[in-house]
């Protein structure tokens, strides 16, 4: 295994296991294992391993669908709501992309979904869950679709 291959195993490890809240933090996460890395060198690498800043920490983000808006937040309803948070202009994206995958008029939606539809605004989506029990199941594929999503 070649160093730049070894440091960006630390760097993902750190960040999947670790909160990090900074760059320096994880400096001194690499520090302690080794590795000195200067900050813009850390940045270049984080872009190439897809790490960015979500809701305060840094997480790993697959951005392997380029058109696809990225969730800030999620928020629960105890009655079978969901509101996602996206940036602003890109609620409409979000909410067709969730509607040609999840929702049952759509021929390539999951048949069992339990997301009835979406209502987009500018940087909010709400998703209405057909019953308060699938909700969870709901929550799951959000997370399956959006890993770095937190409750």
């Not at 409409?92 to 759509?106: H, M, P, T």
Request: hydrophobic share 40%; charged share 20%.
């Amino acid at each position: 295994m070649s160093q730049d291959a070894a440091l960006d195993g630390h760097i993902l490890n750190i960040v999947q296991t670790e909160e990090i809240a900074e760059q320096i933090d994880l400096q001194n996460s690499l520090k302690e294992r080794g590795y000195t890395i200067p900050q813009a060198t850390l940045s270049r690498r984080l872009k190439k391993l897809k790490i960015a800043k979500i809701g305060g920490t840094y997480q790993v983000v697959d951005f392997s669908m380029p058109n696809l808006p990225l969730v800030l937040n999620m928020q629960i309803s105890d009655y079978g709501l969901i509101v996602l948070h996206t940036h602003p202009g890109n609620a409409n994206s979000l909410a067709f992309f969730i509607d040609r995958k999840f929702v049952s008029y759509s021929p390539q939606a999951t048949q069992s979904s339990g997301i009835l539809g979406t209502i987009a605004g500018d940087d909010t989506v709400l998703l209405i869950v057909k019953s308060k029990e699938q909700l969870h199941h709901v929550i799951d594929l959000l997370q399956n679709e959006f890993p770095y999503l937190k409750k």
